[in-house]
T-cell receptor, first 113, second 114 residues
Framework: QQQVKQSPQSLIVQKGGIPIINCAYENTAFDYFPWYQQFPGKGPALLIAIRPDVSEKKEGRFTISFNKSAKQFSLHIMDSQPGDSATYFCAASMRGGANNLFFGTGTRLTVIP | EAQVTQNPRYLITVTGKKLTVTCSQNMNHEYMSWYRQDPGLGLRQIYYSMNVEVTDKGDVPEGYKVSRKEKRNFPLILESPSPNQTSLYFC?????????????FGQGTRLTVV
C-alpha cells in the first residue's frame, strides 16, 4: 500500500515553464514532508522540506505548497531550466518510532531548452 | 566529506549465488536503511536499523538480510538471489530520534540477477 501517492509519473516542459508535481497522503500522523531530487546515476538528495504548520515554503526557484485539510502537497519549479531535468520524489515521515521515510513513486521531469 | 559509500556500484550475478552489498557512512548516524528503486514503484524500503544490533523489516524484506554490528556499516545480504531482485539499490543514513532530518543516500548499486 502506497503511503504517499505522487503524480504525474513523467512531465515535459519548455525552459522557463513551471512544472508542478503533486503528492497526497492519508496518514495524519505525518509531520514532515521532504522532496528529493535524483539525477541519473546518483542517489536522491534533499531538495526542500516543509512541516504542516506552514502552507508554503520557498527556496530559490523551488516552492512547496501544503494543504493540510486536503492532505496534499506539491512542488513548483519556477523558471525551469534544463539542469532541473531529474527525477523528483516526495516523501513523508512522522515523529516517534523509527521515523521512516515513505516515498512517492517519483516524477521524471524533462525540461526542453 | 560527509558521505554514504556503497560497493559495488554494478553487479551481475547468477540465480542462487549469495552476495553482499556493503554500505558505510561517516556521519555517526544512528539510523540506516536500504531501499530498492524500480520503475513506476519509486523507492521502497527493504530493511532499516535504528542503531547497532537493532534492525527491522521495511515494506519489501523478503529475500534479504541485514546486519548492524558497527554503527558505520549496514551490509545488505542476498542469500539466494533471484531475477525479481534485479533492481537499483540505495543505502541511506540519517540522525535518529528526530523525524525531520535529512536522509543521505549512497550512489546506488545496480544489481542484475540472471
Amino acid at each position: 500500500q502506497q503511503q504517499v501517492k505522487q503524480s504525474p509519473q513523467s512531465l515535459i516542459v519548455q525552459k522557463g515553464g513551471i512544472p508542478i508535481i503533486n503528492c497526497a497522503y492519508e496518514n495524519t500522523a505525518f509531520d514532515y514532508f521532504p522532496w528529493y531530487q535524483q539525477f541519473p546515476g546518483k542517489g536522491p538528495a534533499l531538495l526542500i522540506a516543509i512541516r504542516p504548520d506552514v502552507s508554503e515554503k520557498k527556496e530559490g526557484r523551488f516552492t512547496i505548497s501544503f494543504n493540510k485539510s486536503a492532505k496534499q502537497f506539491s512542488l513548483h519549479i519556477m523558471d525551469s531550466q534544463p539542469g532541473d531535468s531529474a527525477t523528483y520524489f516526495c516523501a513523508a515521515s512522522m515523529r516517534g518510532g523509527a521515523n521512516n521515510l515513505f516515498f512517492g513513486t517519483g516524477t521524471r521531469l524533462t525540461v526542453i531548452p | 566529506e560527509a558521505q554514504v559509500t556503497q560497493n559495488p556500484r554494478y553487479l551481475i550475478t547468477v540465480t542462487g549465488k549469495k552476495l553482499t552489498v556493503t554500505c558505510s557512512q561517516n556521519m555517526n548516524h544512528e539510523y540506516m536503511s536500504w531501499y530498492r528503486q524500480d520503475p513506476g514503484l519509486g523507492l521502497r524500503q527493504i530493511y532499516y536499523s535504528m542503531n547497532v544490533e537493532v534492525t527491522d523489516k521495511g515494506d519489501v524484506p523478503e529475500g534479504y538480510k541485514v546486519s548492524r554490528k558497527e554503527k558505520r556499516n549496514f551490509p545488505l545480504i542476498l542469500e539466494s538471489p533471484s531475477p525479481n531482485q534485479t533492481s537499483l539499490y540505495f543505502c541511506a543514513s540519517r540522525l535518529q530520534g528526530q523525524g525531520n532530518t535529512e536522509a543521505f543516500f549512497g550512489q546506488g548499486t545496480r544489481l542484475t540477477v540472471v
